[in-house]
Nanobody, 113 residues
Framework: QVQLTESGGGLVQAGGSLRLTCAAS????????MGWYRQAPGKQRDLVAAVTSSGSTNYADSVKGRFTISRDNAKNTVSLQMNSLKPEDTAVYYC???????WGQGTQVTVSS
């Protein structure tokens, strides 16, 4: 049974930082490209950052220079370090094994102004 479990969300003031972690089980984690997505109320779910199986990364323009995605294949985890947070970063954040049906349940990030 595949499980992706996010943790690390919460409430933070603008300018602060949070680190999200997604722990995977039931899959051969190292072969999957992994992504972090977010969905704000009334908006579509968008890709924020991705890391390939070989470790290459890419980011949405809105988070470049502020967010860093990383993976640890030994621990089957993918993380998203979020710095200089803005109120517009408020959303539910999901991890996903890209191009699969495997999603986490989401973790809420709220940035107050």
């Amino acid at each position: 049974q595949v499980q992706l479990t996010e943790s690390g969300g919460g409430l933070v003031q603008a300018g602060g930082s949070l680190r999200l972690t997604c722990a995977a089980s039931g899959i051969i984690f190292s072969i999957y490209h992994m992504g972090w997505y977010r969905q704000a109320p009334g908006k579509q779910r968008d890709l924020v950052a991705a890391v390939t199986s070989s470790g290459s990364t890419n980011y949405a323009d809105s988070v470049k220079g502020r967010f860093t995605i990383s993976r640890d294949n030994a621990k089957n985890t993918v993380s998203l370090q979020m710095n200089s947070l803005k109120p517009e970063d408020t959303a539910v954040y999901y991890c996903r094994a890209i191009n699969t049906r495997y999603w986490g349940q989401g973790t809420q990030v709220t940035v107050s102004s």
